[in-house]
């Protein structure tokens, strides 16, 4: 962070903008971060089996 404050400070044309508390959560792919998931959990020696919660 210091690093940051520094380059907005030392750079007059350098603006801060701040992308929000839900960024993240706004950029995330269930489908990817379920297969990646499943992908990990597989490497470690489980067989899956995935079932929609009611």
């Known amino acids: 962070m210091l690093v940051i404050v520094w380059h907005l400070l030392s750079d007059e044309q350098s603006a801060f903008l701040d992308l929000?508390?839900?960024h993240f959560?706004?950029?995330?792919n269930p489908?990817?971060?379920?297969?990646?998931?499943?992908?990990?959990i597989d490497a470690?020696?489980?067989i899956v089996t995935l079932t929609a919660a009611a």
């Open 20 to 22: 929000g508390a839900d």
């Open 44 to 46: 470690l020696g489980y």
């Open 25 to 28: 959560a706004r950029h995330i």
């Open 31 to 40: 489908d990817m971060k379920k297969r990646n998931h499943i992908r990990q």
